[in-house]
Each structure stands twice: as structure tokens, then as C-alpha cells.
């Protein structure tokens, strides 16, 4: 069955400082790998997916994320973060004959000033 | 395009009562999904939807939810009675057919349930 851990539940950064959360997967086959992020009382936006190809992807707002095979990754970085990246961050994994997402249990990034 | 919308945002009822939450999804979408997320359970899948029928409800709770899709521009999930652990927000989802897992879901912006 498809599984997602991500292993930090809180993470707080230094304005301007790099980041990088964690994220890995079980699943039996090529997994398509998704990154959400929830501001609050908002929904869910895609923020990067990967299902094929280069194994670093680029996303919206300046995040990435690097699909590792072998340690069954796909954690998700950005350079240099800002106040307003504060916000819940999900990693989400599905297949392709399957329509369904399960998701992690989420991390809360903190930003200081 | 005005993406997924839900109704209402906020619901606050008592114990015991009906509850229907509503959902829109994004004109061309053929599949709709309702989650359920609580700071305990994180993000769960309750039930999904292709082409206005039920794939997968092993997610729903119990037999007091209930969800239908009657067409495709219109989904409601529905909990009766309502009780205080249903208490939670539920987004729906909506995604295309070549999404299949790929570009992933639009969310809604969810609805806020307290049962009191």
C-alpha cells in the first residue's frame, strides 16, 4: 500500500536562510510525487510534481524537489525562504491507474524574523 | 476559471442534527474527491468520484456519511447524525482525466464543521 512519512512536524528557518524538508514514500511501482502547501484557513496548492523524467523538479515560488529512487525520497528545498513561505507543507503520493492521492501528515514551517 | 467551490465555508450545529456540505468542481474535471482533515488524522480520503460514480468509499467513517454525486458539475457529502468528533475541516477536490495522479488535484477552500 501507498504510504507517505514526513518525519518533521514543526521546522523553523531563519528568514533568508535555506530549507529543506523532508519527505519519503512506499510504494511498489514509479510513484507520481506531489508537494502541497496550506496556508492557513486555506486549501491545498500544488506547489511541484514529479511522475517522470529529470529527477529535480521546479515548482512555483521558487521551491524544488529531488526524486531519489534509491532512498525513496523527494524532498523539497528552497535557497533562501521567506516570511510569507510560513505555512503547512505536505508531501502527497499517487500512481498513474490510480486516481487517488494519499498524504503525509504534513510539516508546519515556522519563519523567524 | 473559479476553481473548486465549496459551501458553506463555515457550519456550526448542534449533536444530532443533518449536516450536507456541497461542492463544485472545475467545469471538465471527471473526478471529485472529499477529504477530511483534523490535527490528530492529518489528511484523510473519505470517498472519490469518476465520472459522477463511486470508486472508493472505504474512507467514510461510518454509515451516518454519505456522499452523491447526482452530475458532474455537483457533489454533496452528507452526515447524519451529526456528532462532535465529526468536527474537522473537508476539502473537496477536483482533477481531469489526464491528471490520473499527474498535474495533481484543485482543492476547494473547504468547510469548517463544528458540531457542538
Known amino acids: 500500500a501507498q504510504s507517505v512519512t514526513q518525519p518533521d512536524i514543526h521546522i523553523t528557518v531563519s528568514e533568508g536562510a535555506s530549507l529543506e524538508l523532508r519527505c519519503n514514500y512506499s510504494?511498489?511501482?514509479?510513484?507520481?510525487l506531489f508537494w502541497y502547501v496550506q496556508s492557513p484557513g486555506q486549501g491545498l496548492q500544488l506547489l511541484l510534481k514529479?511522475?517522470?523524467?529529470?529527477?529535480l523538479v521546479q515548482g512555483i515560488k521558487g521551491f524544488e524537489a529531488e526524486f531519489k529512487r534509491s532512498q525513496s525520497s523527494f524532498n523539497l528545498r528552497k535557497p533562501s525562504v521567506h516570511w510569507s513561505d510560513a505555512a503547512e507543507y505536505f508531501c502527497?503520493?499517487?500512481?498513474?491507474?490510480?486516481?487517488?492521492?494519499?498524504f503525509g501528515k504534513g510539516t508546519r514551517l515556522h519563519i523567524l524574523p | 476559471d473559479a476553481g473548486v467551490i465549496q459551501s458553506p465555508r463555515h457550519e456550526v450545529t448542534e449533536m444530532g442534527q443533518e449536516v450536507t456540505l456541497r461542492c463544485k468542481p472545475i467545469?471538465?474535471?471527471?473526478?471529485l474527491f472529499w477529504y477530511r482533515q483534523t490535527m490528530m488524522r492529518g489528511l484523510e480520503l473519505l470517498i472519490y468520484?469518476?465520472?459522477?460514480?463511486?470508486?472508493?468509499d472505504s474512507g467514510m467513517p461510518e454509515d451516518r456519511f454519505s456522499a452523491k454525486m447526482p452530475n458532474a458539475s455537483f457533489s454533496t457529502l452528507k452526515i447524519q447524525p451529526s456528532e462532535p468528533r465529526d468536527s474537522a475541516v473537508y476539502f473537496c477536490?477536483?482533477?481531469?482525466?489526464?491528471?490520473?495522479?499527474?498535474?495533481?488535484?484543485?482543492f476547494g477552500s473547504g468547510t469548517r464543521l463544528t458540531v457542538v
Open positions: 477536490a477536483s482533477s481531469s482525466p489526464r491528471n490520473r495522479g499527474g498535474r495533481g488535484y484543485t
Open positions: 510504494y511498489g511501482a514509479t510513484p507520481y
Open positions: 514529479y511522475f517522470s523524467g529529470d529527477t
Open positions: 502527497a503520493v499517487g500512481a498513474y491507474r490510480d486516481d487517488k492521492i494519499i
Open positions: 467545469s471538465g474535471h471527471n473526478s
Open positions: 468520484f469518476n465520472n459522477n460514480v463511486p470508486i472508493d
